[in-house]
């Protein structure tokens, strides 16, 4: 094309909202998270009536018990969702979604960790943990994203690409 255009599959798709973070529906959010959990508070007017408002006004003022978080493994194993994490060597969840970053060089995937016994998953809790990530019988070390890696400061999407 003298555009410079190239096919691109459905791959590409969830290989790039992966990396920049964007939710799918039906991996990373489901009916049973709330945007507060899976860091889409954002979304919600608290302001006005919408159904579900009184779980995401109360969970803004106490907390959540599982939070969405975004991991990468520098090894080049393949994460395909449903790899269990471990924070400081317990189990906390598992991955929803994951594969490769091509962009990153990396392995990646999202996954929800969840406490134990109901206390608040806070950013320090999350912060302050070392964590692994289990594929096929093995663990390998994962780093902690806060903010999807790529992008994080969503310079890209606005036309900054320096």
Same mark, same amino acid.
């Given at each position: 094309?003298?555009?410079?255009?190239?096919?691109?599959?459905?791959?590409?798709? &969830?290989?790039?909202?992966? #990396?920049?973070? @964007?939710?799918?529906?039906?991996?990373? +959010?489901? $009916?049973? &998270?709330?945007?507060?959990?899976?860091?889409?508070?954002?979304?919600?007017?608290?302001?006005?009536?919408?159904?579900?408002?009184?779980?995401?006004?109360? *969970?803004?003022?106490?907390? +959540?018990?599982?939070?969405?978080?975004?991991?990468?493994?520098?090894?080049?194993?393949?994460?395909?969702? *449903? #790899?269990?994490?471990?924070?400081?060597?317990?189990?906390?969840?598992?991955?929803?979604?994951?594969? @490769?970053?091509? @962009?990153?060089?990396?392995?990646?995937?999202?996954?929800?960790? *969840?406490?134990?016994?109901?206390?608040?998953?806070?950013?320090?809790?999350?912060? $302050?943990?070392?964590?692994?990530? #289990?594929?096929?019988?093995?663990?390998?070390?994962? $780093?902690?994203?806060?903010?999807?890696?790529?992008?994080?400061?969503d310079q890209r999407v606005r036309g900054? @690409?320096?």
């Open positions: 094309s003298s555009h410079g255009l190239r096919n691109a599959g459905y791959r590409a798709i &969830d290989s790039l909202s992966l #990396e920049k973070g @964007y939710r799918h529906w039906h991996g990373d +959010v489901r $009916s049973d &998270d709330t945007p507060h959990e899976a860091g889409l508070s954002f979304t919600c007017n608290l302001g006005k009536d919408f159904l579900g408002r009184d779980v995401v006004a109360k *969970q803004k003022k106490e907390g +959540v018990i599982k939070r969405l978080a975004c991991f990468t493994i520098d090894s080049h194993t393949p994460l395909h969702g *449903q #790899e269990i994490i471990y924070r400081n060597g317990k189990v906390m969840g598992y991955l929803r979604r994951a594969g @490769y970053a091509y @962009y990153l060089k990396k392995s990646m995937g999202f996954g929800y960790i *969840q406490s134990a016994d109901a206390s608040p998953i806070t950013t320090d809790f999350l912060s $302050s943990g070392s964590y692994e990530i #289990e594929s096929m019988g093995d663990k390998f070390s994962a $780093s902690l994203h806060l903010r999807s890696p790529f992008d994080p400061k900054n @690409y320096s």
